[in-house]
């Protein structure tokens, strides 16, 4: 017979390997069944909770120096720490590389098993759990020492400071008793042979490297139990700071140490290292990801910007320098700067595709829009021209190029996409008199700007607000683009373009300054046409719609008064505008059609302004 010893080593590498390779369902309720002159080997082969470890014993008999399942049928007696099924699938979720007991094929490993199964086994006494005492130090068949604890329950604690609970207690054979507990432990010998193998928690793993000190100093100071929740199921994805990075960060930011940091702040810097799922280097694509940072407007989480261009860089600051550093729940790359919490400026530097907004932006060292955009106090929308929009940007009408960023930014609010719906926002442009310009908003297919830029990528979330990346450049528009894109004006749009009219498109379109703008526009939706018995042509229709434009003047909302006669119409009818007392505005034409209401205001374009009616109005066709 081989040796006894040397049988009990291979066979706890053996019972190792069984329980990781084994997946069955863990019941800790089955009892085990006992016959009369059951020894331990027999006991287990009838429990079903410990299928596993019956197979762990003999997968490492397949090693010819391990005979683990004859020495534990023999006199004995033997105390065993039994894991069950469960705990042998949590080894083998730890163990990287490992899919299944069939990957411990070969003697080595075989051997490593039997090391971890005869860490379970006590020779030569049955040890009752009424025998344990507080703080006793048990020495195994494999050489090594468990220290007991019996204050909450009978505990084994391992050479990891890893905990095993007995869960069924003095299970009494013929050749020994066993103690079912609910996790494999693992002896000094076995981690060192597993190092790199044997996958820890990322909390764990960030205590085990000593250049990421400073980062676990930080997550124990941080709210939200950092330091639990990274050791929990996750999946996560780290990215972690080396202790040179938390170093530079600190001087950077005028932190003499790290509890200057304010700990709100310091815990949402933390979790923008966080991003849910395991992301290997192999997995990382250049695009934007959620990092678990909630310092978005309203709580949204923050966007991260991975660019695989050249490496692994987050947000244009921090590099991977290590990558794939696998942990139980999830996987760790080490980098070498602090990734703080990126405003819309940072984002639009660290994206190579926004390169000539930024440029834009910045032209002879103009600081109006990185000053505007890095404003922590009001939340912004904007809309980010791609490098490609730039590129066949012609600026037909030559209109300022800073007029024409404004209106790309809507300042006061952070609209998500789920958010935003067919309606007008003001943006930070301007017309002549100071009228903030409007922007249309159309969600009918994607997400359209005044019907020619089209969002390509949505909801880039920053601390003070959310960018979303559009194909076109947004020039200032004209009365006309507000009627072309918003599809209650279809009706108003086929009148103005009817065969036979003047060209209203070009007349309207005037520049601002030039003669007869800027316009003032009372634009009848389509429910208004849709109550015209008729819709007129020719000369008529021509009238008609002269006579809902004002030449010369940008009258908005706020220059109406009760009783108020306006300048005439291009027709040469004026409309008179009466306030009831709730504010509500209603026109009377010039045919004295009255109580025309005015259902939307003040839709601003560069070179006048729109206000919708709900009535089609008619000149007086007498004079």
């Known amino acids: 017979m081989k040796n006894l010893g040397k049988i009990l080593k291979s066979t706890a590498m053996v019972m190792l390997l069984v329980f990781a390779a084994s997946c069955s369902d863990d019941d800790n309720d089955d009892p085990v069944i006992i016959v ?7 006991a287990a082969q009838k429990t079903s909770s410990l299928s596993s470890l019956v197979s762990a014993l003999t997968k490492a008999d397949e090693s010819a120096n391990n005979d683990l399942i004859t020495a534990l049928s023999s006199e004995g007696p033997f105390t065993v720490l039994a894991p069950t099924n469960d705990a042998f699938a949590s080894l083998l979720a730890r163990l990287d590389g490992f899919d299944s007991l069939d990957d411990f094929n070969n003697e080595q490993l075989q051997d490593l098993l039997a090391t971890i199964l005869k860490y379970h086994v006590v020779s030569g006494a049955a040890v009752s759990s009424g025998d344990l005492t507080e703080g006793q130090t048990i020495t195994t068949l494999q050489g090594e020492t468990l220290t007991v604890s019996i204050a909450n329950g ?34 000094q010998e076995a981690l060192d042979a597993l190092s790199g193998v044997l996958l820890t928690s990322i909390t764990d793993l960030a205590i085990s490297v000593p250049s990421l000190s400073i980062l676990v100093e930080a997550l124990v100071a941080a709210d939200g139990e950092l330091p639990t929740v990274l050791a929990g199921e996750g999946p996560f994805t780290v990215f972690a700071p080396t202790n040179d990075a938390f170093a530079a960060f600190l001087e950077a930011n005028d932190f003499a140490a790290l509890s200057d940091i304010p700990t709100d702040v310091l815990t949402q810097v933390l979790l923008n290292h ?32 991975i660019n695989i261009e050249d490496g692994v860089l987050i947000n244009g600051v921090s590099t991977v320098t290590a990558a794939d550093n696998k942990a139980i729940n999830g996987v760790v790359h080490i980098v070498d700067a602090v990734i703080g919490l990126p405003n819309i400026v940072d984002h639009a530097i660290a994206n190579p595709n926004l390169t000539s907004l930024v440029g834009a932006l910045t032209t002879d060292g103009n600081t109006i829009f990185t000053t505007l955009l890095s404003d922590s106090e009001t939340d912004f929308t904007v809309f980010a ?26 300042s006061g ?22 009228d ?25 979330v920053a601390t003070n607000g959310i960018i979303h990346a559009v194909d076109m450049v947004i020039d ?79 009258i908005v909302s706020g220059d109406l008064t009760n009783g108020l006669v306006s ?36 839709v601003q374009a560069n070179n006048g302004v729109i206000h919708a009616i709900d009535t089609v109005m008619i000149p007086d066709t007498t004079n």
């Open 36 to 42: 009369e002159e059951d020894n331990i080997v027999e």
């Open 154 to 187: 009978v505990i084994f604690t391992d050479a990891a400071d890893e905990m095993a609970t007995v869960t069924t207690a003095d299970v009494e054979t013929e050749n020994g008793i066993v103690h079912i507990i609910d996790k494999v432990l693992i002896p």
């Open 274 to 305: 966080v991003v849910s799922g395991t992301n290997l280097s192999t997995d990382l694509a250049t695009g934007y990801v959620s990092s678990l940072s909630t310092a978005g407007p309203d709580d949204a989480n923050l966007s991260m910007f």
């Open 385 to 410: 021209p791609l490098n490609s929009a730039f590129d066949n940007f012609t600026n037909p009408s030559d209109n300022d190029i800073n007029s024409i960023l404004a209106n790309h930014v809507i």
């Open 413 to 434: 609010a952070a609209a998500n996409a789920a958010s935003l719906s067919n309606t007008y926002f003001n943006t930070a442009a301007t017309n002549v008199d100071g």
């Open 436 to 460: 903030n310009l409007s922007i249309y908003v159309n969600v009918d297919d994607g997400v359209t700007l005044n019907g020619t830029s089209t969002v390509a990528a949505a909801d880039i």
């Open 476 to 554: 200032l528009p004209s009365v006309v683009t507000f009627a072309t894109a918003d599809p209650n004006f279809s009706s108003l749009v086929g009148a103005l373009t009817a065969e036979g009219q003047p060209d209203f498109v070009s007349i309207l379109s005037t520049d601002t300054g030039t003669d007869p703008a800027p316009f003032t526009v009372f634009a009848p939706t389509n429910g208004a046409f849709a109550e015209l018995a008729a819709v007129p042509s020719g000369d008529v229709l021509t009238a008609v719609l002269n006579h809902h434009v004002i030449a010369g003047a940008n």
């Open 567 to 602: 300048p005439a119409t291009l027709e040469g009818d004026t409309l008179t505008f009466t306030i009831d007392g709730d504010g509500n505005v209603t026109i009377t034409d010039g045919s004295g059609n009255s109580e025309i209401g005015i259902i939307a205001v003040d």
